[in-house]
């Protein structure tokens, strides 16, 4: 069975039955419907919270793991009705942020390729390479790479190891030449 709409054009209620049977459907996409969410146009504030709550009861680990997936969604979606200041939004995307790195270190996963992070969003919409999915190493990607402060920067390990490598040398050297000197 398939929706066969937008998940963005139902009504309240309509998400209801389309929640509770979401099993049957072969086309629900559980990230289409968080978006959906936001953008339906359809729903007051209210429905929205309900829906909201009602589909992290439904789908809890998803709703979780969207942080790490597409945070703006996430970030949309937990601020729902709230009136934030400057120092509350910072202190929510640290928050998604300290949560990132706690699902990656506890789902053991080495690479950071997901969702929102995968793809080139340079903010023009006439580029080329809009969409396309990308290594977080290639140069061409615009947005940056989901990273964070406790990360070891390799290039930095590198110096580190041919400096002391030349300071082996170095020392080496000038014990062989103070026991040429006796």
């Not at 998604?96 to 995968?118: E, P």
């Not at 615009?142 to 390990?157: E, G, L, Q």
């Amino acid at each position: 069975m398939k929706i066969n709409r937008r998940l963005n054009t139902l009504t309240y209620s309509e998400y209801g039955s389309v929640l509770s049977q979401h099993q049957k459907y072969t086309d629900f996409n559980t990230l289409g419907l968080f978006r959906s969410i936001i953008e339906n146009e359809k729903l007051n504030l209210t429905q929205k919270i309900d829906l909201r709550n009602l589909a992290e009861a439904v789908f809890g680990k998803t709703f979780e793991f969207l942080q790490l997936k597409d945070p703006a969604t996430y970030f949309a979606l937990t601020t729902l009705g709230e009136q934030l200041t400057v120092a509350d939004t910072a202190q929510r995307w640290t928050d998604i942020r300290v949560n990132q790195q706690i699902i990656l270190r506890d789902k053991k996963l080495r690479h950071r390729n997901f969702g929102t992070y995968s793809r080139h969003n340079c903010g023009y919409d006439d580029c080329p390479l809009k969409g396309v999915m990308l290594r977080q190493t290639d140069s061409t990607r615009a947005v940056r790479p989901m990273s964070f402060c406790a990360d070891k920067n390799r290039h930095t390990i590198r110096l580190k190891a041919v400096a002391r490598k030349q300071d082996r040398k170095f020392f080496r050297q000038s014990v062989s030449s103070q026991a040429d000197d006796e």
